[in-house]
């Protein structure tokens, strides 16, 4: 058996096949609801972040980088 070096500490039900919306609102309610909602945007983008970082597939990668894109500008939204 092959040694996984990444352990992820939340299934989200994120996949590639999904659209946008459907992706973005699966991690945003993977979140812990009882922080505020730009900490939720954050986590969210550290999620999709990760997984881009870790998968070999293109498609992936370029799904989940536009993910963390959008929640890391929607949390500095949040901050002003």
């Known amino acids: ?3 996984k070096w990444f352990k992820s500490d ?3 039900g994120w996949k ?3 659209c946008n919306e459907t992706r973005r609102r699966k991690l ?3 979140s812990d609801r009882r922080y505020k909602l730009r900490k939720r945007f954050v986590w969210a983008g550290k999620k999709a972040l990760a997984l881009s970082n870790i ?3 293109a498609t992936t990668r370029r799904l989940a980088k536009s993910d963390y ?3 890391f ?3 500095k ?3 002003k």
């Open 1 to 3: 058996m092959k040694k």
């Open 73 to 75: 500008a929607k949390a």
């Open 55 to 57: 998968t070999r597939d």
């Open 16 to 18: 590639k096949t999904q």
């Open 69 to 71: 894109i959008y929640f």
């Open 77 to 79: 939204q949040k901050k």
């Open 28 to 30: 945003l309610d993977a």
């Open 10 to 12: 939340k299934r989200t």
